[in-house]
C-alpha cells in the first residue's frame, strides 16, 4: 500500500513563526502535492512538485514556500505564520505512470493552528 | 482551466437506502480522468472510485457506481445499501494532462440508523 505521512496532526504555532510542514512517501511517486482544505472551499493546491528540485505555483501560492531536495520529502514553508493560514494542510503523491491517471493518495493532514 | 462544482453541501441517508451525490464539472481537456474521493471524520483521504472520460461504460466499486453523462459534463455517485460507515465528507475532482487535480467544494454525507 502507498503510504504517506506527515510530520505532525496537529500544531500549534504563533504569529510570525517560520513554519515547516513535512511529508514523506514511501511509493517512489514523482509528483507530490500540497493542499490546503478550509469549510466550504474544498481542496485548493498551494504548490506542486513533478520531480526533485522541481516546483510549480499552485492556485494559492502567496504566503508559501517548498522544498525537495529527495524524491520522497515535500516540504511546505509558511515563511511568517499569520492567522489566515490557520487551516488543514493535505500532502499527496502520485506516479508518473501514465500522463492522465492522475490519481492522488493523500497522507493525514497536518491541522495548523495560528495564534 | 478546469472546474468542479458540488451543488450539495450536505445530503443525509437512512441506512440501507440509495443516496445520489451530484457532481458537474467543466474542462477544455480532450481526454480526463473523474474521482470521487471520501474523507471521513478525522481520517485520512481515500479514493472511492474513477472514471476515464473516453470509456462509455460507468464505473462500478462494489456499493459504489457512478452516472457519467459526458456530454451533459455530470458525474454523480451513487451509493448502494449505505452504511454507517459511509458517512463523510465525498469530493469529486477532474484530473487533465498536467498530473493536477480539481476538487469540489465537498458534500457532507450523514447516515441516520
Redesign the interface.
Known sequence: DVKVTQSSRYLVKRTGEKVFLECVQDMDHE?M?WYRQDP??????IY?S?DVKMKEK?DIPEGYSVSREKKERFSLILESASTNQTSMY?C?S?P?TS???????????TRLTVT | AQTVTQSQ?EMSVQEAETVTLSCTYDTSES???L?W?KQPPS?????VI?Q?AYKQQNATENRFSVNFQKAAKSFSLKISDSQLGDAAMY?CAS???N???T????TLLTVNP
Open positions: 509528483n502535492f466550504g472551499l474544498g481542496l485548493r493546491l506542486f513533478y499552485g493535505l499527496a502520485s508518473t500522463r492522465f491517471n492522475s490519481e492522488q493518495y493523500f497522507g493525514p493532514g | 453541501p481526454d480526463y480522468y474521482f474521493y481520517r485520512q483521504m481515500i479514493l474513477r476515464e469530493f484530473g487533465g494532462s498530473y493536477k487535480l476538487f469540489g467544494k465537498g
